[in-house]
């Protein structure tokens, strides 16, 4: 009715923005017609990619594109969109299963799986079915794209948005190498690697990783400015996680003859072993990794790997068998896989790790006393009142008990040292994290202890495949960084 009224007062933009509020499809494609006929070409395009938000939600890519092909302005929208239903198509069903709707999907004739390299797909159907072929309209969608933010990814993420996310990340990478800014293409990938990971879904992190850099990353190792750090941090960075995710699937592949590789259904689930769908960023990992490696790394040569609680029986008896194997010959691949994960044993990164741990710690152990102070509080303000309130009784109780300060006497006396103790190591703490480069606190990097003890145990499994020289660095690193944590307890395993 509201709309209707501006509508009858000839106030166009209005009633746009009334109908957009209601938020359902009709609404939103009637404000973006209403907005564009006002002149306000900014809030048509707004509400256009709204309406193609929802017809995404219900897996209608083909409505969703018909709402974008309006308007000349939403090219880069387009793109992302027909990235993001040839990515769906392109991922197994366990990793989209969790994005529901009530009406089934609806597919472009042109949304099937390929052989080819998937990057190299994408950029065929922009060509065909966008005629999107010169550098100018490369250009020009990729500064639609450029400049927009996307919230961090997190476990409470859902599947549609962090796909819809990791398709602008992929979409932006490919425009990025069409126009030969490399070092944004590098940034990202890394982006669209690591949202998988910070949100949880670790298998899905390594199935994008094959997805998009299947031949590895070093093809771009060329095209970064070597004299630019971050630059070069951010490859290393997306190398990292590339040798990551294959460091994995050589640990729960085993070899090659008993159980093959399979990069893009993984036999394990997350029901069968949750603690690997983790979130390795910068900012979390030396904590949770550090508590997720005693339960899963913790093994010696020709051992049974040592499982944490909650896993199932299936789970173990797979990982025994994948101890039990015993290689016939050596492994090309798996020596290339292992040369590869030098760039894992990073000890800038270990230090950085190493502090972020500890700081969490000291923080826990701050929050532990002050709230420990507080119950004290509480229990002597308790009795106080008590004695207040029974003066008889005060008089028979012992002298050493009238008091309730007495009784917290020592724990009164320590506190304040332990306050202090605390604070400084603190400061310290963050002096040293402050002391490290920039550009180690920027990017996200797989946990270098968890790392560590991947292929020390892989190492001790195929003794002549892992590099002498990597197999020491990670027995260094872990000698260095992993004590006081449960990591250490498994390093030492490997030293006996």
Same mark, same amino acid.
């Given at each position: 009715?509201?709309?209707?009224?501006?509508? &009858?007062?000839?106030?166009?933009?209005?009633?746009?923005?009334?109908?957009?509020?209601?938020?359902?499809?009709?609404?939103?494609?009637?404000?973006?017609?209403?907005?564009?006929?006002?002149?306000?070409?900014?809030?048509?395009?707004? *509400?256009?990619?709204?309406?193609?938000?929802?017809?995404?939600?219900?897996?209608?890519? +083909?409505?969703?594109?018909?709402? =974008?092909?309006?308007?000349?302005?939403?090219?880069?929208?387009? !793109?992302?969109?027909?990235?993001?239903?040839?990515?769906?198509?392109?991922?197994?069903?366990?990793?989209?299963?969790?994005?529901?709707?009530?009406?089934?999907?609806?597919?472009?004739?042109?949304?099937?799986?390929?052989?080819?390299?998937? =990057?190299?797909?994408?950029?065929?159907?922009?060509?065909?079915?966008?005629?999107?072929?010169?550098?100018?309209?490369?250009?020009?969608?990729?500064?639609?794209?450029? &400049?927009?933010?996307?919230?961090?990814?997190?476990?409470?993420?859902?599947?549609?948005?962090?796909?819809?996310?990791?398709?602008?990340?992929?979409?932006?990478?490919?425009?990025?190498?069409?126009?030969?800014?490399?070092?944004?293409?590098?940034?990202?990938? !890394?982006?669209?690697?690591?949202?998988?990971?910070?949100?949880? @879904?670790?298998?899905?992190?390594?199935?994008?990783?094959?997805?998009?850099?299947?031949?590895?990353?070093?093809?771009?190792?060329?095209?970064?400015?070597?004299?630019?750090?971050?630059?070069?941090?951010?490859?290393?960075?997306?190398?990292? *996680?590339?040798?990551?995710?294959?460091?994995?699937?050589?640990?729960?592949?085993?070899?090659?003859?008993?159980?093959?590789?399979?990069?893009?259904?993984?036999?394990?689930?997350?029901?069968?072993?949750?603690?690997?769908? @983790?979130?390795?960023? /910068?900012?979390?990992?030396?904590?949770?990794?550090?508590?997720?490696?005693? &339960?899963?790394?913790? /093994?010696?040569?020709?051992?049974?790997?040592?499982?944490?609680?909650?896993?199932?029986?299936?789970?173990?008896?797979?990982?025994?068998?994948? =101890?039990?194997?015993?290689?016939?010959?050596?492994?090309?691949?798996? #020596?290339?896989?292992?040369?590869?994960?030098?760039?894992?044993?990073?000890?800038?990164?270990? %230090? *950085?790790?190493?502090?972020?741990?500890?700081?969490?710690?000291?923080?826990?152990?701050?929050?532990?006393?002050?709230?420990?102070?507080?119950?004290?509080?509480?229990?002597?303000?308790?009795?106080?009142?008590?004695?207040?309130?029974?003066?008889?009784?005060?008089?028979?109780?012992?002298?050493?008990?009238?008091?309730?300060?007495?009784?917290?006497?020592?724990?009164?006396?320590?506190?304040?040292?332990?306050?202090?103790?605390?604070?400084?190591?603190?400061?310290?703490?963050?002096?040293?994290?402050?002391?490290?480069?920039?550009?180690?606190?920027?990017?996200?990097?797989?946990? %270098?202890?968890?790392?560590?003890?991947?292929?020390?145990?892989?190492?001790?499994?195929?003794?002549?495949?892992?590099?002498?020289?990597?197999?020491?660095?990670?027995?260094?690193?872990? #000698?260095?960084?992993?004590?006081? #944590?449960?990591?250490?307890? +498994?390093?030492?395993? *490997?030293?006996?």
């Amino acid at each position: 009715m509201a709309a209707k009224c501006y509508l &009858g007062a000839a106030s166009p933009y209005d009633a746009a923005k009334v109908l957009a509020k209601k938020g359902d499809l009709v609404s939103l494609k009637t404000a973006a017609e209403l907005a564009l006929i006002a002149g306000e070409k900014e809030l048509s395009t707004s *509400f256009s990619v709204r309406c193609a938000q929802e017809l995404l939600s219900a897996r209608n890519w +083909v409505a969703a594109q018909e709402v =974008l092909q309006q308007q000349n302005s939403l090219l880069g929208q387009r !793109l992302v969109f027909c990235t993001s239903e040839l990515l769906y198509k392109s991922l197994p069903e366990g990793s989209t299963m969790e994005w529901k709707s009530l009406s089934p999907p609806c597919f472009h004739s042109w949304a099937v799986r390929h052989k080819d390299p998937f =990057l190299h797909t994408v950029a065929e159907v922009w060509q065909r079915t966008f005629g999107v072929n010169t550098i100018e309209q490369f250009k020009a969608a990729f500064h639609q794209l450029h &400049g927009t933010e996307h919230p961090p990814a997190t476990p409470n993420t859902s599947i549609r948005q962090l796909l819809f996310h990791i398709s602008y990340d992929a979409t932006l990478a490919l425009l990025s190498s069409q126009v030969t800014a490399w070092d944004e293409a590098v940034r990202a990938l !890394l982006r669209a690697v690591t949202r998988a990971s910070d949100a949880g @879904h670790f298998t899905l992190m390594q199935e994008i990783c094959y997805l998009l850099l299947p031949n590895g990353c070093s093809h771009l190792h060329d095209h970064v400015d070597i004299t630019n750090v971050a630059s070069t941090a951010a490859y290393k960075s997306l190398q990292a *996680f590339v040798s990551y995710a294959q460091l994995y699937d050589l640990w729960w592949g085993c070899s090659e003859e008993s159980q093959p590789s399979v990069h893009l259904n993984f036999s394990f689930t997350k029901q069968e072993i949750p603690e690997l769908y @983790h979130s390795p960023s /910068a900012e979390s990992s030396a904590a949770e990794s550090a508590k997720k490696t005693e &339960g899963e790394l913790a /093994a010696t040569s020709g051992d049974i790997v040592e499982m944490k609680a909650g896993v199932s029986d299936r789970t173990a008896e797979k990982l025994e068998d994948c =101890l039990s194997c015993t290689p016939s010959r050596p492994h090309s691949k798996r #020596q290339l896989i292992l040369n590869s994960c030098k760039v894992l044993v990073s000890e800038v990164h270990a %230090v *950085f790790q190493s502090v972020q741990n500890d700081i969490k710690q000291i923080q826990k152990k701050l929050a532990d006393m002050i709230q420990e102070h507080q119950k004290s509080l509480m229990l002597t303000t308790t009795r106080d009142n008590a004695v207040e309130n029974k003066p008889n009784m005060n008089s028979e109780m012992p002298a050493e008990e009238s008091s309730p300060d007495r009784q917290n006497q020592g724990v009164q006396e320590l506190a304040p040292l332990s306050l202090a103790m605390l604070t400084k190591t603190l400061s310290e703490a963050n002096q040293k994290l402050g002391e490290l480069p920039e550009f180690v606190k920027i990017f996200p990097f797989p946990d %270098v202890l968890e790392c560590c003890l991947i292929l020390l145990h892989i190492g001790a499994q195929y003794p002549t495949e892992l590099p002498v020289d990597l197999r020491q660095q990670a027995l260094n690193i872990l #000698q260095k960084y992993s004590k006081g #944590q449960k990591a250490y307890d +498994v390093y030492r395993k *490997f030293c006996t």
